[in-house]
């Protein structure tokens, strides 16, 4: 079975501050993860996305994670960040049936000025 | 290319009316899901279809039918509505192949 949890419900910053989102797997089988983005009133967008290779991975809009084997995280950082950046971000992991999903219940990103 | 659309984007019911949630990609990807969204609950999944003219259960699929019209069209069928069912909804898609999904704007359904 596999599962993620969100450690944080909600982070807020102050622009230009480092920010970083937790996020924890579980997992039986290959660890596909994935981190997306909800801005206010819209869909999700994918921000990244780790299937194998390279820990490090980049996304768009200059976010980053880093899978760990070891500590069964996947966790999404940003140098700096910007008001716009104020969302709601997802964590999820791949499941073994047909592609489906298991998302994280999700962290509220409020950066301040 | 217009990606996952959903229609409507707002809907309020009463209580025992049934309405259909219309969901289209024109990406021509075989796989394709529904989701709600609750405050503090994240996504989830209410039903998938692999393929067209397949059908599977998620985690919350009671009170909900759907039906894989054609390979671009997936709707979700309300039959007799309920407050519990107030959510905001969401469809994806997959290509085959692919890894990831890609979701529509949403319906946000009040159940009164």
């Given at each position: 079975?596999?599962?993620?949890?969100?450690?944080?419900?909600?982070?807020?910053?102050?622009?230009?501050?480092?920010?970083?989102?937790?996020?924890?797997?579980?997992?039986?089988?290959?660890?596909?993860?994935?981190?997306?983005?909800?801005?206010?009133?819209?869909?999700?967008?994918?921000?990244?996305?780790?299937?194998?290779?390279?820990?490090?991975?980049?996304?768009?809009?200059?976010?980053?994670?880093?899978?760990?084997?070891?500590?069964?995280?996947?966790?999404?950082?940003?140098?700096?960040?910007?008001?716009?950046?104020?969302?709601?971000?997802?964590?999820?992991?791949?499941?073994?049936?047909?592609?489906?999903?298991?998302?994280?219940?999700?962290?509220?990103?409020?950066?301040?000025? | 290319?217009?990606?996952?659309?959903?229609?409507?984007?707002?809907?309020?019911?009463?209580?025992?009316?049934?309405?259909?949630?219309?969901?289209?990609?024109?990406?021509?990807?075989?796989?394709?899901?529904?989701?709600?969204?609750?405050?503090?609950?994240?996504?989830?999944?209410?039903?998938?279809?692999?393929?067209?003219?397949?059908?599977?259960?998620?985690?919350?699929?009671?009170?909900?039918?759907?039906?894989?019209?054609?390979?671009?069209?997936?709707?979700?069928?309300?039959?007799?509505?309920?407050?519990?069912?107030?959510?905001?909804?969401?469809?994806?898609?997959?290509?085959?192949?692919?890894?990831?999904?890609?979701?529509?704007?949403?319906t946000r359904l009040t159940v009164t």
């Amino acid at each position: 079975a596999q599962s993620v949890t969100q450690l944080d419900s909600q982070v807020p910053v102050f622009e230009e501050a480092p920010v970083e989102l937790r996020c924890n797997y579980s997992s039986s089988v290959s660890v596909y993860l994935f981190w997306y983005v909800q801005y206010p009133n819209q869909g999700l967008q994918l921000l990244l996305k780790y299937l194998s290779g390279s820990t490090l991975v980049k996304g768009i809009n200059g976010f980053e994670a880093e899978f760990n084997k070891s500590q069964t995280s996947f966790h999404l950082r940003k140098p700096s960040v910007h008001i716009s950046d104020t969302a709601e971000y997802f964590c999820a992991i791949r499941g073994s049936t047909l592609g489906r999903l298991y998302f994280g219940r999700g962290t509220q990103l409020t950066v301040w000025p | 290319n217009a990606g996952v659309t959903q229609t409507p984007k707002f809907q309020v019911l009463k209580t025992g009316q049934s309405m259909t949630l219309q969901c289209a990609q024109d990406m021509n990807h075989n796989s394709m899901y529904w989701y709600r969204q609750d405050p503090g609950m994240g996504l989830r999944l209410i039903y998938y279809s692999a393929s067209e003219g397949t059908t599977d259960k998620g985690e919350v699929p009671n009170g909900y039918n759907v039906s894989r019209l054609n390979k671009r069209e997936f709707s979700l069928r309300l039959e007799s509505a309920a407050p519990s069912q107030t959510s905001v909804y969401f469809c994806a898609s997959r290509g085959q192949g692919m890894t990831e999904q890609y979701f529509g704007p949403g319906t946000r359904l009040t159940v009164t």
